[in-house]
């Protein structure tokens, strides 16, 4: 039988180490070095003073916490959230809301520069909009804590996988945000307290719905306290018991769909509480009108948008282009996709099922031209699909990306090996307070 290798833990320094912040990692941290090896701090700023405690080491890097502050950057701020520090939800309080965007657009630069080795001819203006109560989708852990004697509610503690004993979130729309105690002692309430590890929270332009997960039925009288609840706070309460396609109302209670509508275009998205949106309405909006501004669709157009989702793009180009193909992974939302379209009377659309990391030259719609493209992934990026460019020939491509590593390494293979040029980029604020960075990138052949 083989054995078990066990990793022997390394003993952390215990006294205080005094450095000077060099530079921000892409998650945020303050980078500097000790002996040669990186630190990662949490909370520090370039050009800051300090002194750090160890919180991990490692071979290649180690991680720290801030101790003592000599020297205060600029850009600091005192984080507005009680729980901020505690609570891993969010990672930049501590940083000015200009600052914040300022940080991602130079993080932005630096990584085209030094991963796709592509320089920009020119930075959009960022997207900028709520600084708070933006947040519109989430999952939120939940475990009853017998030693405490309640219910916790809402995201883990940084680094660890307790979840943190928060009040509120002020990052998420107030309907959820301002009543995570009131959540607290309604699930304090049920029978199956201790059965409920998550919530997934949902909120449309109208409607909010909250689906909580129960591994062991609820009973009657637990239905009961939930439905009351609903009422009191006009949310719909449904429960799920296994995968996203178990989720329904409370007995009697009515299905609401969320909505999220795109004024500028006409368009309205129904989308069920599990299924993919993007968290910040406002951002969104102005995304999608910088996406239409820039492309300049025409009725003589033929648009591939890849990994469309519901179809967040697709449609609102389908107002404009001649003809769009949708192409998403998951079978669900490409169906909800099409139900959308119908619901917006748009013909001049199709959507189609695809894993785009793999080989799709065998599919009838891959083997079209398409004069513009679009691609919105997720973090893994799109470097798998890229060399079908070859084929479709497309003289305009916007590239959206939630992880700028992975846009940078796209980007050098579009610009290096398939000879476009990276004409304009800039980042967009769609999770402020948080060190995600989402960006907008336009190609021309």
Aim: glycine share 8%.
């Amino acid at each position: 039988m083989a054995r078990r290798r066990f990793h022997k833990k390394r003993k952390l320094p215990e006294d205080p180490i005094k450095v000077t912040i060099e530079s921000l990692a892409h998650d945020g941290r303050g980078v500097a070095h000790v002996d040669g090896k990186v630190i990662f701090i949490d909370e520090a700023l370039p050009g800051e003073e300090l002194e750090f405690i160890y919180t991990d080491s490692r071979k290649d890097y180690a991680e720290g916490k801030v101790q003592t502050l000599f020297t205060r950057a600029s850009e600091r701020v005192d984080a507005e959230c009680p729980h901020f520090g505690n609570c891993g939800g969010c990672s930049f309080q501590h940083v000015s809301d200009t600052a914040q965007i300022s940080f991602k657009q130079d993080l932005l630069v630096d990584q085209f520069q030094r991963i796709g080795k592509v320089e920009i001819q020119e930075i959009w203006q960022p997207l900028t909009g709520p600084h708070w109560g933006y947040r519109r989708k989430a999952r939120m852990g939940v475990k009853y804590v017998e030693k405490k004697g309640r219910v916790l509610v809402g995201f883990r503690e940084r680094r660890n996988q307790f979840l943190a004993e928060i009040e509120s979130c002020k990052v998420m729309h107030p309907i959820v945000g301002e009543k995570l105690m009131d959540l607290s002692a309604m699930i304090g309430q049920l029978s199956i307290k201790d059965k409920i590890p998550q919530i997934e929270v949902a909120i449309g332009d109208e409607d909010c719905v909250l689906s909580f997960r129960v591994l062991e039925p609820a009973t009657d009288e637990d239905k009961e306290i939930m439905r009351a609840f609903g009422h009191q706070h006009n949310i719909s309460m449904c429960l799920q018991s296994k995968g996203p396609d178990t989720i329904t109302p409370i007995d009697g209670e009515p299905e609401v769909i969320p909505t999220y509508s795109l004024p500028d275009q006409g368009i309205t998205f129904r989308f069920k509480p599990a299924m993919f949106t993007q968290v910040n309405y406002e951002i969104n909006r102005q995304m999608i009108n910088r996406v239409m501004q820039e492309m300049d669709f025409n009725a003589q157009d033929r648009v591939l948008d890849l990994f469309c989702g519901l179809g967040n793009f697709t449609l609102p180009i389908a107002t404009k282009a001649g003809h769009v193909v949708g192409i998403e992974g998951d079978q669900p939302l490409v169906n909800h996709a099409k139900e959308n379209a119908l619901l917006n009377k748009l013909g001049n659309v199709e959507f189609f099922a695809a894993d785009l990391s793999k080989d799709v030259s065998d599919q009838a719609w891959a083997r079209q031209k398409y004069n513009k493209v679009m691609l919105d992934p997720s973090r893994a990026g799109a470097s798998e699909i890229l060399h079908n460019l070859k084929k479709w020939e497309p003289e305009l491509i916007m590239y959206v990306s939630c992880n700028p590593s992975t846009l940078a390494r796209d980007a050098g293979i579009l610009v290096n090996e398939l000879g476009y040029t990276l004409v304009k980029a800039g980042v967009m604020d769609m999770f402020p307070q948080t060190g995600h960075v989402e960006s907008i990138a336009l190609f021309k052949k």
